[in-house]
């Protein structure tokens, strides 16, 4: 059963249409890659599959027992955030302060959940480090590890390499394939990265205001929609 | 520090504005936290200046200030955080907008009624030792209120503060927390600035923060640190300006600009690398700490506290000049008399410090006047319980109405432009010599009650006293029977309506009684000007430390010479140096007074 369904939908942006007649669908353990042009409507969707903003028409489900609630969701960096003072384990737990319903503070079990996630990104060691001193690939990793503490069936990034180095934007795609392949998350992200997008993701959604294209990577690759997006046909 | 402590803790008012104090700088550090890293922190800034505005209208509306600010300014907090949430108004946009229209409507309030009085002076630089037993429960409860909140949401605070997206992505319901921080916000700047002032109560929320960022790695470490270092600031603060006699508000602020300095400094040893040299770095990190600790007790310890109050004699305090020379000539050499504003200080401006309310407190008499300027004496009265004796000049005389329209001058009743007629007393009531028998009278009464053992010494100096006021009055009579009477044109501040009304001299002057008011009105100035040039008048009286820049002016623009009156409120330092009192003073204004009007 898909995760997510999209059926017909219609997302709107101050009262004008950005996106008609969009279908897709998540199913579980799906990498899926959200490319399109500035203005598309991507920070749209983005909002829509939070549950944010509501879809103008369509539907657009969740199923198999996830909500809006269980994403797990890495937002672009502020730059409020670059000199913050906090230290990586707060971060990292702050991703549980939507499951301790009606208790005031954080419990052992949302302290455990954040330290395996913490171990699972390879970022246990930095956990009393100041997040301000981490380096831009740190600083996403532990960002990454605050959204698996959000929700640790989906993930919904939003561009996680802006502003990265070449080396650091490897690592974190690689990163990114590990939780999808060996912990088996299901992967949304929104990307400027066409190449990347195609080496790693096994579908593609490709926004375009009435004929959006979804597909597996294979099927886009040969499609006119990649081609005219600058794409090498292979 | 021993000594002051002791003080402080003897001291119930002093006590009381510990509490709330304390209270108040917990809070504003901790909301201060979320502010300052949400980039918010011009909002506190601006809500300060709201409250202002807020408190000066509900002054002049006779509304209790706290109760009237405080929805006010909630409201305008919500619609700030929504104004630069939803970005029509960018933010700071917004924040000058707001701040500075509430501003222009506090002053508009405070000028159509009683001008710059002492009560939106102490709003705007604040007060802590004059608040009331309502305004310390309310400013307590408020402040527990805060501060509990905060640590409830604490978790939900950081999440919002850090990454609003994120939590609000999550499930956390961001524009509540929003809500509630702005709500808590509001109420601490509010109580705040009762006990800060307008201008500084931002500097609590934003200064410990900013200090703690320093040298803080985690989100909790800030919040303790930034809490920890207000109210060590506060406390110090306290001590300082019981110490140095400086205003509590602006010492609270020097020590966190202090601190943050020290934490300055830290910050940059401990960034730079010293290639490598961990020695050296701990070495130059404890000479900070060391050279801070030793800057801070040095000032602290050092130099001795005022002296005691001679307890054997009579002791007589007063809050302005006239009153603190009659009490001298009564008293002559079996007593203290002490004088609250000191020689050349501004009287409308002026504010107690925690000397002085104790001084008040441990005297035998207290002498004040009882005016719109002095309003804080009856506050002080209400708040230390002593058995002093007291003497309102205001109760010892027929009060004449201060008016409060244009061009105020002497037959005023068949004059047309009265719009704003208030009835607010004159409060300068010894500038007549015959009020000022009778104040000596009552005062003589009052410090032969203290002190009945010396009552013939007393009363011997009192009929003396009151001999030579007599032949002051008998001699302005004979001025102005001997003189032509042209009018006297005042150029200034006029403080000297009951010495006018008595010996009926006909005045105009620039402003109408004495309020703090500076800037004079056109029209009147351009009559002023007109009536010296058409009656030939050769002297334009200014007010001895007034502004005196109208007088300038219609010197200039008339060749009229200027003269000094006398008001006796207050006395130049040079003056007070030179011995000079209410008579010779008096009498400078009769000989200048005779040549205006000669």
Redo the contacts between chains.
């Keep these: 059963m898909a995760l997510i369904s999209c059926k017909n939908v219609c997302l709107c942006y101050e009262n004008n249409i950005v996106i008609e007649n969009l279908n897709f669908s998540v199913t579980e353990g799906d990498y899926l890659c959200i490319v399109g042009e500035n203005g598309s409507g991507k920070s749209t969707l983005i909002k829509s599959i939070?549950g944010?903003k509501d879809t103008a028409a369509g539907h657009l489900h969740y199923g198999d027992g996830l909500t809006?609630?269980g994403?797990g969701?890495?937002?672009q960096q502020?730059t409020?955030?670059k000199?913050?003072?906090?230290?990586v384990?707060?971060?990292v737990l702050?991703?549980c302060?939507?499951h301790?319903k009606n208790r005031?503070?954080?419990g052992r079990k949302e302290k455990d959940v954040a330290e395996e996630n913490m171990k699972k990104l390879d970022i246990y060691e930095l956990k009393?480090?100041?997040y301000r001193?981490l380096s831009g690939g740190q600083q996403q990793r532990v960002?990454l590890a605050?959204?698996l503490c959000?929700?640790k069936r989906m993930l919904?990034l939003d561009e996680p390499v802006t502003g990265l180095d070449p080396v650091a934007t490897m690592e974190l795609y690689s990163l990114i394939r590990k939780i999808n392949k060996e912990l088996g998350v299901t992967i949304i992200m929104v990307s400027h990265d066409l190449h990347a997008a195609v080496a790693n993701a096994e579908h593609i959604l490709h926004l375009n205001k009435s004929d959006s294209f979804f597909g597996t990577t294979e099927e886009y690759l040969l499609s006119d929609v990649y081609s005219r997006f600058g794409g090498e046909k292979v | 520090m021993i000594d002051s402590l002791n003080f402080i803790f003897s001291q119930e008012f002093l006590v009381r504005g510990l509490i709330v104090g304390i209270l108040i700088s917990l809070s504003s550090a901790l909301l201060g936290v979320s502010l300052v890293l949400k980039r918010f922190s011009m909002i506190g800034d601006g809500l300060s200046h709201v409250s202002f505005g807020a408190m000066a209208v509900a002054c002049a509306a006779n509304i209790a200030p706290l109760y009237f600010a405080l929805p006010i300014v909630v409201v305008s907090a919500f619609l700030l955080l929504r104004m630069s949430e939803s970005g029509k108004i960018k933010g700071d946009a917004a924040i000058a907008l707001i701040s500075t229209g509430a501003l222009a409507v506090g002053i508009m309030a405070t000028s159509v009624t009683t001008g710059m009085n002492i009560d939106i002076y102490n709003y705007m630089f604040g007060s802590i030792l004059t608040m009331t037993d309502s305004d310390v429960i309310v400013s307590t409860v408020l402040s527990l209120i805060v501060i509990a909140l905060f640590v409830i949401f604490y978790n939900e605070i950081f999440a919002i503060t850090f990454d609003e997206s994120f939590a609000k992505a999550t499930g956390t319901k961001t524009s509540l927390y929003n809500t509630l921080i702005a709500v808590l916000t509001a109420v601490t700047i509010v109580i705040g600035m009762r006990m800060m002032g307008a201008l500084l109560i931002s500097a609590l929320i934003i200064f410990p923060t900013v200090t703690s960022m320093r040298v803080c790695k985690s989100f909790r470490s800030v919040i303790i640190c930034s809490a920890a270092i207000s109210v060590f600031c506060f406390v110090s603060g306290i001590l300082f300006s019981v110490k140095y006699e400086t205003p509590t508000g602006a010492t609270v602020v020097c020590l966190n600009i202090f601190v943050f300095a020290v934490f300055f400094v830290i910050r940059m040893i401990n960034s730079k690398a010293f290639y490598g040299n961990k020695l050296l770095k701990r070495a130059l990190l404890t000479i900070t700490c060391i050279l801070a600790c030793s800057v801070y007790s040095v000032v602290l310890f050092a130099g001795t506290n005022a002296a005691e109050i001679n307890s054997s004699n009579i002791s007589v305090v007063t809050t302005a000049f006239a009153q603190y020379d009659f009490a001298r000539n009564i008293v002559g050499d079996e007593g203290e008399v002490e004088m609250l504003l000191t020689p050349g200080e501004e009287s409308h401006t002026y504010e107690p410090t925690p000397k002085d309310i104790l001084k008040i407190k441990d005297c035998d008499v207290f002498i004040y006047g009882g005016g719109e300027s002095e309003k804080w004496v009856d506050n002080i009265l209400e708040t230390i319980d002593s058995d002093v004796i007291t003497v309102k000049m205001m109760e010892e005389v027929n009060l004449r109405e201060e008016i409060h329209s244009e061009e105020t001058h002497s037959d005023s009743h068949s004059h047309e432009n009265h719009e704003h007629h208030e009835s607010v007393y004159d409060e300068h009531v010894w500038t007549s010599p015959a009020n000022a028998v009778s104040i000596v009278q009552a005062i003589y009464e009052a410090i032969v009650q203290a002190d009945p053992e010396n009552n013939e010494y007393y009363k011997q100096n009192t009929e003396l006293y009151i001999n030579e006021l007599k032949k002051l009055d008998i001699d302005f009579y004979k001025m102005t029977s001997e003189s032509k009477q042209k009018p006297v044109i005042i150029g200034d501040r006029f403080p000297l309506g009951y010495l006018m009304d008595r010996y009926k001299i006909e005045y105009y002057s620039a402003f109408p009684g004495c309020s703090a008011q500076t800037e004079a009105n056109p029209v009147t100035i351009a009559e002023l000007i007109y009536r010296v040039s058409y009656t030939q008048i050769p002297v334009v009286f200014k007010i001895d430390l007034g502004v005196g820049k109208v007088a300038d002016i219609i010197s200039e623009e008339t060749g009229a010479e200027v003269r000094t009156l006398y008001s006796c409120h207050v006395i130049s330092s040079e003056d007070f140096n030179n011995g000079e009192g209410y008579i010779s003073l008096m009498r400078r204004n009769l000989e200048n007074l005779a040549y205006a009007i000669k």
């Excluded at chain 1, 000199?83 to 230290?87: G, T």
């Design positions: 939070l944010l809006s609630k994403v969701y890495l937002p502020t409020a955030q000199d913050f003072p906090a230290s384990f707060e971060v702050s991703g302060v939507s301790k005031f503070f954080f009393n480090k100041c001193e960002l605050r959204a959000a929700g919904l």
